[in-house]
């Protein structure tokens, strides 16, 4: 073997030596690092996001006691936990390794209507796909009020919304159709139609519209065009119901004034 092929082989085996190191010395830091990740405990629960549902309720139903394995929490199902809160309409759960807190935020549900008792006191919330939040210690939403529901506590059976889906149907479609400032109540019948009452208009007192059935959000479009273009403007008596069961058609009866 000459001189250069010996120094060649001699730096080989220097490099191959040098690999192996390398790798041994990763795979060592590997199984430091997989026993810490294994061993890292939960020290606290950090909540974000939440105005209306209390920090300590949001924690009680996570169920992630201090001093937990991390490794072994499940961020799905804390979060599907979470979200039995009335006022929580999602989670997401995330584990700080480092700092050893479980991060979640929240995003709260937002009133759309507010259903009242048969006194026509305030009873609870409802968001636009009908779930109920309970009354918040403080804040009060503008909104319409929705009256004919039972006045239980509809939200200890928080797996689905516990309202009529006609009712649904309005208050999903109310923001799009541009006319959540001209409906002042909501009114259920025993068969779970739907009636309106709009906020003064014009010249107009409160009027109830009857909606019937169909296409709820081409119903309401017509209600607001109707309303500007006809209630602000007419001057030859009041209204007092809009009829709008009949598609395309908007049907009137004027106030009765007595004397």
């Given at each position: 073997m000459t001189s250069e092929s010996a120094n060649t082989f001699t730096h080989r085996i220097l490099r191959l030596a040098g690999v192996a190191l390398l790798v041994a010395g990763v795979g060592a830091l590997g199984v430091l690092g997989?026993?810490?990740?294994?061993s890292a405990t939960v020290d606290r629960v950090a909540v974000t996001g939440t105005q209306h549902a209390p920090p300590d309720s949001v924690r009680r139903l996570a169920r992630v006691d201090s001093g937990a394995v991390m490794?072994?929490?499940?961020p799905t199902l804390v979060a599907d936990r979470v979200t039995r809160h009335p006022w929580v309409k999602n989670a997401t759960v995330t584990p700080h390794w480092t700092?050893?807190?479980?991060?979640?935020?929240?995003t709260e549900r937002t009133p759309a209507a507010l259903a009242v008792d048969r006194l026509g006191g305030p009873a609870y919330y409802l968001d636009r796909a009908g779930y109920a939040m309970p009354l918040p210690d403080s804040a009060g939403y503008d909104v319409p009020i929705v009256r004919g529901l039972d006045a239980d506590a509809p939200w200890t059976r928080p797996d689905s919304a516990h309202s009529p889906s006609s009712l649904r149907r309005v208050?999903?479609?109310?923001p799009d159709a541009?006319?959540?400032?001209?409906?002042?109540?909501?009114?259920?019948g025993s068969d779970d139609s739907v009636q309106l009452v709009t906020t003064?208009?014009?010249?107009?007192?409160?009027?109830?519209v009857r909606l019937g059935t169909g296409d709820v959000s081409k119903k309401l479009r017509t209600l607001r065009a109707f309303a500007r273009q006809v209630l602000a403007r007419r001057t030859d008596g009041p209204i007092e119901h809009i009829d709008l069961r009949f598609d395309g058609q908007v049907v009137t009866r004027k106030q009765t004034l007595d004397g």
């Open positions: 997989w026993r810490w990740r294994a490794v072994g929490v499940d700092y050893g807190t479980l991060t979640v935020a929240v208050l999903a479609a109310l541009g006319v959540a400032d001209l409906v002042a109540e909501i009114e259920v003064p208009i014009g010249g107009h007192d409160a009027i109830s």
